[in-house]
């Protein structure tokens, strides 16, 4: 099964760089993406791509927004995680359920280095870690498709030293994710199988290679579905954001 997931910095922008002719490329399994800054209703026909479902958590100001494209028909499809309606529609997180394991299309919401925005992004962060207890002990396995918009270590940002005051490397933030691998259990998709620096996702000078790249987007797995994962690439080739796509093959049936 192959998953594709990107960081879209608006759909309509992506797809008129090409980014569903490339996709049809792909042979794709799912697609997620995040970031979509549109609503539904606002999209073109080369947003829902031939042989594929289409499913949008989006906001009604065109804000943020995410989506998961599968081929199969999920069981069951929701947005949110069932912390209050202003966060479930936020246009955050989008879960499609399959037989006995979920994929999941999550965005950040971002933050600024001012008190007020760093605030709403810890209260996020609480609530999904919360969520991740709560389904931690369930017997359904989970694919997390994110955009952080933090890093977890060192090795994901380049020249780190400049950037400790900087949103999406503060010690809250990698002291977050670092709960989420260590003490839930959770693994990064890219370290089960790479122990390779200098893989990076995203440019915050917006284009891809100039300036310092983070490595805000992963695939996450639940703990006992990390030996699912075959192969992971970071396709620095495909620009369609300031973020690359992450293509994840994994030995598994989605049938």
Known sequence: MRIVSLSVDGIAQAAGRGLFAWLAQQNADIICLQDLRASEDQLTDDCFPAGYNAYFCDRADGKRGVAIYTRQLPRAVMPGFGY??????DGTYLRADFEQWSVVSL??????????SLERRMRFL???????????????RY????????????ADVQQWEVHQADPGFMPFEREWLNSLYSDHGYVDALRAVNAERDIFSWWPSGSVGQGDGWRVDAQVVSPDFFHHVHRVRYCKEAVFSSHIPVVVDYDLDIY
Request: positive net charge; aromatic residues 6%; glycine residues 2%.
């Open 107 to 116: 965005l950040v919401p971002p933050a600024v280095a001012n008190p007020q």
């Open 143 to 154: 694919i997390f498709c994110c955009n952080w918009q933090m890093v977890h270590q060192k």
């Open 84 to 89: 209050s309606p202003a966060v479930d529609l």
């Open 126 to 140: 609480d609530n999904l870690q919360d969520h991740f207890k709560k389904i931690g002990a369930r017997r359904r």
